[in-house]
């Protein structure tokens, strides 16, 4: 059993910057993939940004050159830097992790609203 923790979230006016993180309960340096999602209202969950444990990461296309995903093993977190926000990036962000292909564990989710 693994416990994500997610912090970070907030209210940001565009063209703002938010780092999410996401702390998870043991070990992240073998976890097969850690990734952040989000789902905005009426709208399905979606991936917004994965990394492996050898650190190829895959980003949707929606957030390719304004958001960065990356970790620190040592402090098992999970980081999500969000740069020039769009009130289209309005939503629960939720980190998740992966510690074998066939297994996922979810946070509670952070709220980042995007509104001027």
């Known amino acids: 059993q693994v416990q994500l923790v997610e912090s970070g979230g907030g209210l940001v006016q565009p063209g703002g910057s938010l780092r999410l993180s996401c702390l998870a309960s043991g070990s992240i340096s073998s976890m097969y993939s850690m990734g952040w999602y989000r789902q905005a209202p009426g709208k399905q969950r979606e991936l917004v940004a994965a990394i492996t444990s050898g650190g190829v990461t895959n980003y949707a296309d929606s957030v390719k050159g304004r958001f960065t995903i990356s970790k620190d093993n040592a402090k098992n977190t999970v980081y999500l830097q969000m740069n020039s926000l769009k009130p289209e990036d309005t939503a629960v962000y939720y980190c998740?992790?992966?510690?074998?292909?066939?297994?996922?564990?979810w946070g509670q989710g952070t709220q980042v609203t995007v509104s001027s």
């Open positions: 998740n992790c992966r510690p074998v292909l066939w297994s996922v564990y």
